[in-house]
């Protein structure tokens, strides 16, 4: 257990709706991390937070946005669903704000399914 | 941009015997940290082991050990005496000391240990 949780652990939905994906960073984590993992794009980076604010962003696309709240959870918003966002959503935390040698730990993932 | 070549999409060992699991990189930066992280079938990300691209050593984890070639960009995962609970996809992931903090994956490679 790296003590990152994410709710929910499968999600299915339809093409067009939006879905909220919440994470919680282990604890005295200020950085969290979304990945998303899919069959044909392999495992990618979407986008970072550190206390509250955006620091990186990699291949996020302008359907889906991020907010981290300052109890530190973040929720990662998706919309306009098509079927090729159907993948794993990985949510990972690390203590500061990445500049350092330090570990990123995973959560256990959303499996998002839209049909 | 940086870029993780796992060459290896499946290796199979036996149980208690030794597999190496390759992975190369691509950069022109001197400085940056490696990782290999584990995935089971329940699909977390288990962070096996680190290294930090300035230090000349080898790191190593119990019967997890890597070949760290900076010049060659070469980083590969040694398994000793290999378990049954080490079948798993593994990822080389490749993340820079400075700027964008997202870590590039590998495509993995799937691991099954025979009984």
């Known amino acids: 257990d790296s003590g990152v949780t994410q709710t929910p652990k499968h999600l299915i939905t339809a093409t067009g709706q939006r879905v909220t994906l919440r994470c919680s960073p282990r604890s005295g984590d200020l950085s969290v991390y979304w990945y998303q993992q899919s069959l044909d794009q392999g495992l990618q980076f979407l986008i970072q937070?550190?206390?509250?604010?955006?620091?990186a962003k990699g291949n996020i696309l302008e359907r889906f946005s991020a907010q981290q709240f300052p109890d530190l959870h973040s929720e990662l918003n998706l919309s306009s669903l098509e079927l090729g966002d159907s993948a794993l959503y990985f949510c990972a935390s690390s203590v500061a704000e990445g500049h350092f040698p330090e570990t990123q730990y995973f959560g256990p993932g959303t499996r998002l399914l839209v049909l | 941009a940086q870029t993780v070549t796992q060459s290896q999409p499946e290796m199979s060992v036996q149980e208690a015997e030794t597999v190496t699991l390759s992975c190369t990189y691509d950069t022109s930066e001197s400085d940056y940290y490696l990782f290999w992280y584990k995935q089971p079938p329940s699909r977390q990300m288990i962070l096996v082991i680190r290294?930090?691209?300035?230090?000349?050593q080898n790191a190593t984890e119990n019967r997890f050990s890597v070949n760290f070639q900076k010049a060659a960009k070469s980083f590969s995962l040694k398994i000793s005496d290999s378990q049954l609970g080490d079948a798993a996809m593994y990822f080389c992931?490749?993340?820079?000391?400075?700027?964008?903090?997202?870590?590039?994956f590998g495509a993995g490679t799937r691991l099954t240990v025979k009984p």
């Open positions: 290294q930090e691209a300035y230090k000349q």
């Open positions: 937070y550190y206390n509250g604010e955006e620091r």
């Open positions: 992931a490749y993340r820079s000391a400075s700027g964008n903090n997202d870590m590039r």
